[in-house]
């Protein structure tokens, strides 16, 4: 099957990304999981390495990556979905900013990209 990079931001609906991560492993895709600072705030770097069976990924200085986690793990990756991609994710991706890990996975990534935002009606419809 797919490898998929499973990127996750720091909104309340950092819980319901477990569910997700644990169907795409159970229909045999190969699942790394990368969360935000924030995302930490929500649900435990734990629970991800218990569903997919790989360590999550928190750290751009990460040790076991070389390269770092943001050349290695955008290396040969299928899909890189974004859930919850929170109203800073997706500024931090149209600008272009390499401010966090999953910001500079998402530059370093050649793979198509599957954003879920998510973030309150009033956020969504702000113009910027």
Request: net charge negative.
């Amino acid at each position: 099957m797919s490898r998929v990079v499973v990127g996750i931001g720091g909104g309340i609906a950092a819980y319901k990304t477990a569910m997700l991560v644990s169907r795409l492993v159970q229909a045999g895709h190969s699942v790394d999981t990368v969360l935000t600072s924030s995302a930490t705030q929500f649900v435990g770097a734990a629970t991800f390495t218990a569903l997919c069976g790989r360590p999550a990924v928190t750290d751009v200085h990460d040790s076991r990556f070389p390269l770092g986690p943001h050349i290695e793990l955008a290396d040969g990756t299928d899909l890189l979905i974004v859930a919850p991609a929170t109203a800073r994710i997706l500024a931090s991706f149209a600008h272009g900013f390499a401010d966090d890990l999953l910001a500079t996975l998402f530059l370093a990534c050649e793979c198509p990209v599957l954003l879920a935002p998510a973030m309150n009606a009033a956020m969504w419809g702000a113009a910027p």
